[in-house]
């Protein structure tokens, strides 16, 4: 199947720094990805979709200033998390759905996951 | 629009026991419906997928689902439970652009 790789999966930061979170699809091309925030033990919130080439577009509530979006490749997309605080704290997935005939039935393609911890 | 309804937010069964997880929808427009599976600290593995074809559809790691149109229901199963079977599952629907997870449901599994 096809494999979505997240980096890096562990980051611990102070609080007031940003940090930047990479979603690469490794064997095909994916014009769209998706960013979800999940709490412990809850299930996954969709944060923004991202769109290769074109702005990022975020779910009702998520600060677009906060969690900065860049879909520069069809194989890469960014969350960059800015001027972060212990609030930001958690567990952050993008997926992938990729524009291949095998996708297009709204499977999607998940990166291992970036445990985000703001000191 | 579209929804998904898991009930029971924790399963617990005994080792060889039937696993049975259960998923509710909603959607105005046929659905495209799965099963994901996570561990912990992991992201998402897909079972299994109903995409239109046949209405019991097999996964992964012994998992099946049947989906029926008339209950709305997409429930999860597998014969025997085995410990490595232990996670977080999510069931989910598609009908469109966006995917729509469920609250989830974590399986316990006894020894």
């Keep these: ?119 | 629009a579209q929804s998904v309804t898991q009930l029971g937010s924790h399963v617990s069964v005994s080792e060889g026991a039937l696993v049975l997880l259960r998923c509710n929808y909603s959607s105005s427009v046929p659905p495209y419906l799965f099963w994901y599976v996570q561990y912990p600290n992991q992201g998402l593995q897909l079972l299994l997928k109903y995409t239109s074809a046949a209405t019991l559809v097999k996964g992964i790691n012994g998992f099946e689902a049947e989906f029926k149109k008339s209950e709305t229901s997409f429930h999860l199963t597998k014969p025997s439970a085995h410990m490595s079977d232990a996670a977080e599952y999510f069931c989910a629907v598609s009908g469109g652009f966006k995917t729509i997870f469920g609250a989830g449901t974590r399986l316990f599994v006894k020894a």
Aim: aromatic share 10%; charged share 20%; with cysteine.
């Design chain 1, 1 to 119: 199947g096809a494999v979505v790789s997240q980096h890096p999966s562990w980051v611990i930061c102070k609080s007031g720094t940003s940090v930047k979170i990479e979603c690469r699809s490794l064997d095909f091309q994916a014009t769209t990805m998706f960013w979800y925030r999940q709490f412990p033990k809850q299930s996954l919130m969709l944060m923004a979709t991202s769109n290769e080439g074109s702005k990022a577009t975020y779910e009702q509530g998520v600060e677009k200033d906060k969690f900065l979006i860049n879909h520069a490749s069809l194989t890469l997309s960014t969350l960059t998390v800015t001027s972060a605080h212990p609030e930001d704290s958690s567990f952050y997935i993008c997926s992938a759905r990729g524009d291949s005939g095998r996708t297009n039935t709204g499977e999607l393609f998940f990166g291992e996951g970036s445990r985000l911890t703001v000191l």
